[in-house]
């Protein structure tokens, strides 16, 4: 039995619960669908999902496309217990059907501290964007380049523990909340960074997935070539990463978190899939401010580094990306803008493995509550980006730019 069929065993036992015990089954779903028009300069600007070079999504010109469709299930087994997992069908990429998060959650009733452990697959709380049904964001259609890479490569399988200090309890305006996790099975991490660079889009990888991209490593003079696809759960080398977070938050309108992520990777380990270890560290700061009921502020840092083997024959990359936000609803309408910014420096001196990258995105979105079930709206994202490895192929050129329009329906019930 292979350990990614985890999520499939965790909501296996929670319908079995559920009908042993007297446990309360709920759940949320989201199906979202666009008219999109994409304008790439150039043929081979298609989606890294078709093995092209460009970093939205979405390859054809013209196209009604099914985006997503998420649901939440929550079992709660007991008042202390629950079995949460989110389900996903997308009709691109390697697995079109999966879990994005599957664990069970432990958050007993107490008087002081407030504690809660988590075991299975989940996110870490970086994010103060993706707040929305299935990891999505009620803000921008497509995510951040920070939330992006996030949604595709850090889904491990861990435990997590979080204990807080409410305020309201204490008598206090703001609110303490520290977290420790331990992981396994995400030693692929920041191999998406490496050669594709940053993207901008929406598409989450489920658990286990094979996340492929251009065939860069054609041009590697070595017998047996890396294969062009990143593992996203693969275990190299049996160690144990971790990561350790902070939260404050004063009354409702102010909340920060900071994070500290190390998957303590070898980066000397391989499978026999040359699938490698990859030692992948960074911070992660995010913010969110309420200026008033109407209008907001969010942002988000993130700057790390990475490397697989020595810096001769390797990757050795240092990576940063920064996101401001901007969000007002008024009645039934929303109206949101981001701007981001990203690199990717490369440190090691193997000539034929070329991985500098950076550039930047405006998105600008609206959307309109039809009913209490049905969002209407329209976004469009404009990217810039200089990735150095598009040289490799005779007559292509590392500057390109990129821009999608789309008009998005969304439905929940």
């Known amino acids: 039995m292979k350990i ?3 999520p499939y065993i965790i909501t296996s036992l929670a319908l079995i619960a559920s009908i042993n015990v007297a446990a309360e089954i ?30 939205h999504r979405y390859s054809d ?3 009604l496309t099914l985006d997503q469709v998420l649901t939440e299930v929550n079992v709660d087994i007991s008042t202390d217990f629950s079995i949460i997992s989110t389900i996903q069908y997308t009709p691109d990429g390697d697995s079109k ?11 007993p009733l107490s008087q002081g501290l407030k504690h809660q452990v988590k075991v299975g697959y989940f996110y870490p709380q970086f994010s103060l964007e993706n707040s929305d049904i299935g990891w999505t964001s009620p803000y921008t259609f497509n995510f951040s380049a920070i ?24 008598n206090s305006n703001f609110s303490y909340t520290g977290v420790i996790s331990a992981y396994v099975q995400n030693d692929g991490v ?52 971790y990561y350790v977070g902070g939260h404050v938050q004063y009354q409702r309108s102010t909340d920060v978190r900071v994070y500290y992520y190390d998957n303590k990777a070898d980066p000397f380990s391989i499978e026999t899939d040359m699938q490698y270890g990859w030692r992948t560290r960074f911070i992660s700061a995010s913010f969110l401010h309420k200026l008033t009921p109407q209008f907001r502020l969010l942002g988000q840092y993130m700057s790390g580094d990475t490397e697989m083997g020595d810096r001769q ?19 039934k309408h929303r109206a949101s803008i981001r701007y981001d910014k990203f690199s ?58 990129q821009a999608s329009y789309s008009f998005t329906t969304q439905y929940r019930f």
């Open 4 to 6: 990614k069929n985890l």
């Open 26 to 55: 709920s759940t949320k779903s989201l199906v979202e669908a666009s008219l999109r028009i994409n304008n790439n300069e150039t043929d081979w600007l298609k989606s890294w999902l078709d093995k092209g070079v460009g970093v």
């Open 61 to 63: 010109d013209f196209q």
């Open 97 to 107: 059907l999966g879990f994005n998060e599957a664990y069970i959650n432990y958050q």
């Open 147 to 170: 939330n992006s890479w996030v949604g595709e490569e850090i889904k491990p399988l861990g435990f997590e523990w979080q204990f807080k200090r409410p305020g309201r309890k204490y």
């Open 190 to 241: 920041a191999s998406l960074l490496a050669w594709r660079g940053w993207a901008i889009h929406n598409r989450q990888s489920v658990v286990g997935e094979k996340v492929h991209f251009a065939n860069y490593f054609q041009f590697q003079p070595v017998e047996n070539p890396n294969p062009s696809y990143v593992d996203i759960n693969d275990e190299t080398d049996g160690r144990v990463g």
């Open 313 to 331: 024959n390797g990757v050795h990359n240092d990576f940063s990306s920064w996101y401001l936000l901007a969000h007002y609803k008024l009645n």
């Open 344 to 401: 990717v420096t490369d440190n090691d001196v193997t000539p034929y493995d070329p991985n500098e990258s950076k550039g930047n995105s405006v998105t600008a979105s609206y959307r309109y509550q039809a009913s209490k079930s049905l969002q209407i709206g329209a976004e469009i994202t404009i990217t810039k980006s200089e990735n150095k490895n598009r040289e490799l192929w005779s007559g292509w050129q590392a500057k390109q730019d």
